[in-house]
């Protein structure tokens, strides 16, 4: 049957940016586009939405970051991969595992807090060495992930070394300890490779952690 729609309601409604034109910052604003029957035009309202869009990507973020390090979380870390894969599905890429060395202990000894700093601190070191284009996150527990796309060997291994050097140490009562942690990584040919390079990146972080840690 017919629908017959009333002089004021809405037809269509929304949310667009705009730059302002004196500092060029970004806005939000909904809108809503009303049709009148009888006089033949619309009518067309703004309303300013910056909250309602913050609030919307704070949600977003939230699914897919973890609180304590900021980093992308498992969810992140999977849908990022996925997207970088899809974008480039015939590159090559390395999946890079870390964790941080006797990390129970840490938190047996010194309490949560301490442990959660050294995460922190890992985290923030992480993102600080590798580029902005690798995929940073908290896999679970003490392990974190990278993923360096349009990198060759040689690469990976300079990235490494220049992590191992910075200075990774967390404090307690006022004395700093070292922080060490042991790594594994494994190529990944595609979408296809990408459960068998999650296994051998690590199975390689395990060899290391039988083989003395830290490393």
Known sequence: GLVQRTGFD???NGQIAVEHHLDFSRHWLSYSVTPSL??????????????EQEERLELIEAGTHDPLTGLLNRRGIDEEIMRRIHEM??????????????FKTINDLYGHDVGDEALRV???????TFPPSAVVGRNG???????LFGE????????MERFKARDLSYTVRGRTYPLSFSAGYAWCSGM??????????????????????SG
């Open 89 to 102: 599905p015939e590159e090559p890429f390395v999946l890079i595992l870390l964790d941080v060395d006797d």
């Open 141 to 147: 527990g003490d392990e974190t992930l990278v993923g």
């Open 38 to 51: 009888t006089e033949g035009y619309c009518i067309v309202a703004f309303t300013l939405a910056d909250a």
């Open 122 to 128: 890992l985290a923030r070191e992480l993102s600080a």
């Open 192 to 213: 296809d490779d990408l459960k068998g390079a999650y296994t051998r990146a690590d199975e390689a972080l395990y060899a290391v952690k039988l083989a003395g840690k």
């Open 10 to 12: 809405p037809v269509q």
């Open 152 to 159: 060759d060997a040689a690469h990976v291994e300079r990235y």
